[in-house]
């Protein structure tokens, strides 16, 4: 058994107190009598059958009542079948493709070659969703892309005399940096990455070997960041050298940042 909803405050709009009784009882059938879609096969033999030989109803009557204001009640199939267009938005809310029934529904709609604006209007939220998701998915773009900038600020900062060439190159180096911080410390806020990316790149512009002292870049501490990190870390080349974030935790630690 089928079970549908129904409006408490319909016999208080005006379309409904303004049908006369029988029409009234009608307008009521049709909601039940309709498959998922708002689709009424037009029998009105039946239709009579079921609300009673003293409510008498015909076709030409109940389109002319229905439709007097607005347009209520779409004939399709050659006048076969009526389409109660207010049926799937009142039942359903707007329809998302992804769902099964909703999806069910506007393959009906499709076949039965209904006009493409009414399916698109019924759809409204499901684009208004994808809309806001396009608009999420910009804003956290822009907030990664922002903190990137960030990033490469400390570095600027940390130096002194820094000119950015490249910042494509530069853009990239960060966001392996920060690639390799966000592993190690995964619960690190963005102030506390800040603070510890900036220790690190501090110590990288101080280093003792001069080529890598003249040369030091966001791009030069990723393309030799094993050798970088094993050289702040013993003080020369020799050793096993750190790896990953290890020079990260190490300065981290260092000037009392705890992510």
Not at 95 to 106: C, K, M, P, T
């Amino acid at each position: 058994m089928a079970k549908r909803f129904t409006d408490t405050n319909k016999y208080k709009k005006p379309f409904i107190r303004g049908l006369k009784a029988p029409y009234k009882l009608l307008w009521d059938y049709l909601y039940h009598d309709c498959d998922h879609a708002g689709i009424w096969i037009v029998d009105f033999d039946i239709a009579q059958v079921y609300l009673g030989a003293d409510m008498p109803v015909n076709k030409q009557e109940a389109l002319k009542n229905f439709n007097a204001d607005e347009i209520r009640i779409i004939e399709i199939d050659g006048g076969k079948k009526w389409f109660i267009k207010s049926f799937v938005e009142f039942q359903y809310g707007i329809l998302d493709g992804r769902n099964r029934v909703h999806n069910s529904i506007l393959l009906e709609l499709q076949k039965q070659k209904l006009d493409k604006g009414l399916i698109s209007s019924l759809q409204g939220a499901m684009d208004k969703d994808k809309d806001k998701d396009k608009e999420m998915d910009k804003d956290k773009d822009k907030g990664n892309s922002d903190f990137i900038d960030k990033i490469i600020q400390q570095f600027v900062d940390a130096h002194g005399d820094y000119v950015i060439v490249n910042r494509g190159k530069e853009r990239e180096a960060a966001g392996k940096l920060l690639g390799i911080y966000k592993k190690k410390f995964p619960s690190a806020n963005s102030e506390e990455t800040l603070q510890s990316l900036r220790a690190y790149f501090n110590a990288c512009v101080n280093i003792g070997d001069r080529w890598l002292h003249d040369n030091m870049s966001l791009s030069i501490i990723i393309s030799k960041f094993n050798e970088i990190n094993n050289y702040l870390k013993n003080g020369n080349h020799k050793g096993p050298g750190a790896t990953d974030a290890e020079l990260i935790e190490l300065f981290a630690t260092k000037y009392g940042v705890k992510p």
